[in-house]
């Protein structure tokens, strides 16, 4: 449920995972895929990461989001 919570609350997420060798990556805009699941590259590394931008329809200006 996280993610899919993430990207119903966002303008834009970019989803970024490493697996078997290799980094898959897709983009959605407002909760709907702008493309298929993208294989990217060979990596050596696994692991998923998630960037994203709230969505100004749902949180105010009243609300500061800090990254870390």
């Known amino acids: ?3 899919s919570v993430v990207n119903a609350l966002s303008r834009r997420l970019e989803l970024t995972i490493w697996r078997n060798t290799t980094e898959f ?3 959605y805009k407002n909760g709907d895929p702008e493309s298929l699941l993208m294989e990217k590259e060979k990596v050596e590394k696994t692991g998923t990461q998630i ?4 969505s100004n329809d749902i949180f105010s200006s009243l609300i500061t989001i800090r990254s870390e």
């Open 51 to 54: 960037k994203f931008l709230p």
């Open 25 to 27: 990556q897709q983009v």
């Open 1 to 3: 449920v996280g993610v």
